[in-house]
């Protein structure tokens, strides 16, 4: 349910449509980073809740990595 939300916010947020954005998110072993450059501080504070919330899942369920990773 968290991932598919997750999904669902970086393919509609305004976070990353913005031409002053610049996110870049990516998986290393065991934990999801997303990097993002943005003069508004609430999209930094969702972008920090999004990256906080993905990592809680995976430490849920640790095989929900691969589905992150096909993304």
């Keep these: ?3 598919n939300m997750a999904q669902e916010f970086v ?5 990353f449509k913005t031409s002053e954005v610049w996110a870049k998110i990516y998986l290393d072993k065991y ?3 997303i990097f993002i ?4 501080i ?3 504070l969702i972008a ?9 899942a995976l430490r849920w369920n640790p095989s ?4 992150l ?3």
């Design 31 to 33: 934990t999801l980073h």
């Design 1 to 3: 349910m968290i991932l």
């Design 69 to 71: 990773q096909k993304l």
């Design 64 to 67: 929900s990595l691969q589905t």
């Design 48 to 56: 920090i809740t999004l990256e906080t919330l993905l990592n809680q």
């Design 37 to 40: 450059r943005e003069k508004f």
């Design 11 to 15: 393919k509609t947020s305004e976070v």
């Design 42 to 44: 609430l999209n930094q």
